[in-house]
């Protein structure tokens, strides 16, 4: 009972772990950010104009509040966005969120001010919810689009696992239709011997029938993937009987296996297609007597498997494009479970012959395998058959239509900043000689700066993300480049509706600090941007890699159904062949011919495009031929069921 709480007790650590974690960076960030207001306001106040102890507190104070509203404001718009509100809605609902957090962000300040230092109030509430507005508005914005940052990336790692995890499904599937790939061919070749031995030695061609229906027992029961080399030593040997009886005075094969080698794991059917191409190409015009040697051994962390025969060597093979389908498919199973690599080669042996030999990183049974991991068991987590696509992106907007956005939410927000601006000279009785009109002149002016600035903030953090490495000093230049904007932004602005005011004065103490708020904003956006954009890329590589998946399961299911026909077809012959005193060399001969063409389909749907439509009537009918082909014996049992 104690070990099995252990697990538990470990995840709630690293949860309240993480949560202090967050919670130290919010408060830090907040902090940070009051420090900046301090620093700015003393730097640009007169001496004696700041009266230290009612700034220090009145930063504090909305550091605090704002540390303690920052996680409500991220649950409700996680809140939100789990629901899937569309951005319309979300904004109509963030609206009495704000509210509500500007009322406490002023009245929070003003009785923290009276509680510690017993004065009252120098203005009414609504004087500094109105001056306000917009820095409390932009401080909600940008923890509304850090939390959405922070969704979006959490939305990219699940994607990401979930493409990897769809990629071992596929690379299982890919295995395993190459697994049943190699089947046929396999079977197809060896049938030619069995019809030449029905003739010479039926008993023989009987005694290699059992054993290739060994062999396709064992490969129907084995699982997919990796085997120790001990156990694919045993399962290659129904085969290698086979060759043995079939060149009885012209083969022989030995063994060189280091014991150490025994336990170490190798792709399933990886010697059987190295031992045929010997066989096939290399001893294949031989007069004297043909030699292959298996062998195996450890080098450097590395295991060798060789596969080395006596015969006419490489030069004098007759040249085909790639490797072969036995050999060409080892090469896919290799790259599939292991990744792209040269783990096998084909090289002329010093002495004459060839030699095929594959380099396998030596990992034990009994070890924890990282590779794998690659195929993991359907028992546990899976992907259902259907694929999961997610849902396609729109398509984007042109240019000018993203420009016109753009701008268009710019302007807005210069209107907005205009009534505000509006509304609080008009509670002061300061409105004097501005109007509406001046009013928004100057603040669409600000706003279609910032719809110029904004393109190459979000370009910066494009190219420079904090969510990539060494973020520390890209957070400092991150600051230094807002430094320079929002001063850069106020100066260019006085220069046209203020020349005679000095830049450097305390009335643009909280200009320069709603600039910095701003670009926060431009950050945290193109950062969202940029996270939004790697998801997408991601949905669509997992759908793709979704349809790949079902495709390459369909492929596989189907060249699967082929192997239990064959195995159930063999026994129909076995059973023939037996039934009487003695083998029939013709009655035999018939019934492979007629298995023969059914393999010739089987073959042919092995390729990428799979079993067609007329693929599938011609296995139908080949199938059938064998079937009245072999009632002809009184063997009760039906291979149509298959």
Known sequence: MIASTMPRESEDAGVLARRARITLIVVAIWLGFSALQMSVGAALAKSGDIKWGRELLVDLTMALYWSLATLPIALWHRRLRARGHGIGQMILLHLPVLVLVILGDTYATRVAVYLLTGAPPVAPAIFTITYFADFDALSYLAVVLVTDALIAREAVRAQERREARLESLLARARLE?????????????????????????????????????????????????????????VAIEPYLDIQRLRFPDWLSISYDVSGDTLDCL???????????N????????????????ISSRLAEGRLILRVADNGVGLRQVVTRPGYGIGLTNVRERLATLYGAGEQLRLVDAPGGGAVAEVELAARRATEHAPRAAVLPDDSGESVPNEPLAPAQPASAPSRPARVARSLAIWIACGLLWTVQSYAYLTIRNRLGQYTFFTLARHDIAVALLWAAIAPLVMGATARVPLTAGRRLPRAMAYLVGMAVIAVGHQALLSRIFAPRLRLWSAANTNIFILNFLVLAVLVALGHRRQLTEWMRERALSAAALSSELEAARLRAARLQEIPPAVLKALDRVIVAVSARPAPSPRRTEQLLARLGDYLRVAIECSDEEGITASREQSLARSLAQFERAATVSNTPTSLSSS
Do not use: K, M, W
């Open 177 to 233: 239709y190459l697994e049943a790939q190699l089947q046929p061919h396999f079977l197809f070749n060896a049938l030619g011997a069995v019809s030449e031995l029905a003739h010479e030695a039926p008993q023989t061609a009987l005694r290699v029938l059992r054993q290739l229906a060994l062999i396709f027992r064992g490969a129907l029961t084995a699982r997919p993937g990796e085997v120790t080399l001990g156990e694919e030593l």
């Open 266 to 276: 190798v792709p399933r059917f990886v010697l059987q297609p190295l031992v045929e």
């Open 278 to 293: 010997a066989i096939r190409h290399g001893l294949t015009g031989r007069v004297a007597a043909g030699c292959i040697e």
